[in-house]
């Protein structure tokens, strides 16, 4: 019999626990051609979300626990579902039960018909039209940096065959985007549709500061795109300098006008400061990047897990390169 791990992240998801084990109880029952696995990830809760976990887990052994040493981010908690899963294919869903349990047996249809990865696309937000609008933007804006195609109104909800799960678990960067992994590692895709469901209880992680980081780092780890616009604005302010000074020369010698010397000036140096600001911010996102990534330390640290997966392996500070 094949199996299927759900993998569920959660921070301070307290409220909703009750429901995701009605649910996850009631996705086995109804798809009894298949082994279960769910896969709770605790990322560092501090409401007593991990009680209620291995609660779930001592009455029911195919729930299994994840904790996490601190809240290391939804990224970093997937990257660790995908080492602990044990599943013949992988969804991944949020553990506030805003995916509808409804699609799990369309995405398993089409992975029996061997597609890799079945993604869930939001058919409508119930977001408001600001976090909608900038999303659109910036799916709009990564996708016009890259040919891969990035697929949009597409979160983390999806079934990931092994494949794609082994794929990912050699990409151990620490500074994640993994909704741009997705695209990257390819494979064979489906898109199917769902609507989000409103969230049941407790309030989303997910502050302002947070998205812009968010935003940034997926920029920064898809594509080195804006390093090129950094030297292509350099070589448009030169050229427009260049034309400038000769416009200059040319009125004051032939024209013998006058120049306006102080507004000038202040406007050059101005833009000059403004585009090299700019340049250094540019390159100080990658630096930075870098600086995360040379370190090399394990994406995160385990204080427990329980389940089934084989005791000897320790993923957590598995660093090997896809060598
Ligand atoms: N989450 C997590 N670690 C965090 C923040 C969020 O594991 O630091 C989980 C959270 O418990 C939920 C999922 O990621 O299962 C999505 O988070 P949330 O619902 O807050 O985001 P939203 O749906 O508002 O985008
Ligand atoms: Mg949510």
């Known amino acids: 019999m094949k199996k299927i791990t759900i993998l569920l992240p959660a921070y301070n998801e307290v409220e909703t626990m009750g429901l995701l084990e009605h649910s996850m109880l009631q996705v086995a029952e109804q798809n009894p051609g298949y082994d279960w696995e769910f896969l709770l990830?605790?990322?560092?809760s501090t409401d007593g979300t991990l009680q209620q976990m291995l609660r779930m887990h001592n009455s029911d052994a195919r729930f299994?626990?994840?904790?996490?040493?601190?809240?290391?981010?939804?990224?970093?908690?997937?990257?660790?579902g995908f080492d602990y899963a044990t599943g013949d294919a992988v969804i991944i869903m949020d553990a506030d039960m805003q995916h509808p349990v409804s699609v799990i047996p369309e995405m398993i249809h089409y992975w029996e018909q061997g597609f890799d990865d079945v993604y869930a696309q939001r058919k409508s937000s119930n977001e408001g039209w600001l976090k909608r609008k900038t999303s659109q933007w910036y799916y709009r804006l990564l996708q016009s940096f890259?040919?891969?195609p990035i697929q949009q109104d597409t979160g983390d909800f999806r079934l990931l065959d092994r494949t794609c799960v082994e794929a990912l678990k050699q990409m151990r960067e620490v500074e994640r985007n993994t909704k741009g992994m997705y695209s990257w590692i390819g494979f064979n895709k489906k898109g199917i549709t769902y609507e989000q469901q409103e969230r049941q209880a407790?309030?989303?992680k997910w502050r302002p500061g947070a998205l812009v980081n968010l935003a940034l780092n997926g920029i920064t780890s898809y594509t080195t795109a804006p390093?090129?616009?950094?030297?292509?604005?350099?070589?448009?302010?030169?050229?427009?300098?260049?034309?400038?000074?000769?416009?200059?020369?040319?009125?004051?010698?032939?024209?013998?006008?006058?120049?306006?010397?102080?507004?000038?000036?202040m406007v050059t140096v101005l833009f000059l400061g403004g585009v090299q600001l700019l340049s250094l911010g540019i390159l100080g996102e990658y630096l930075g990047r870098v600086f995360n990534e040379v370190k090399r330390r394990p994406g995160y640290f385990v204080n427990s897990y329980n389940g089934k997966r084989e005791s000897n392996e320790h993923h957590s500070q598995d660093l090997s390169p896809a060598s």
């Not at 990830?41 to 560092?44: F, H, L, S």
């Not at 000769?246 to 000036?265: A, D």
């Open 41 to 44: 990830v605790n990322d560092g």
């Open 64 to 80: 299994c626990v994840v904790d996490l040493s601190r809240n290391y981010g939804k990224e970093i908690a997937m990257m660790a």
């Open 146 to 148: 890259t040919s891969i």
């Open 202 to 204: 407790g309030a989303s």
């Open 227 to 265: 390093l090129r616009l950094a030297s292509i604005l350099g070589l448009i302010v030169s050229l427009v300098a260049f034309v400038y000074l000769v416009y200059i020369i040319v009125v004051t010698n032939v024209c013998g006008e006058p120049v306006q010397g102080y507004p000038t000036i």
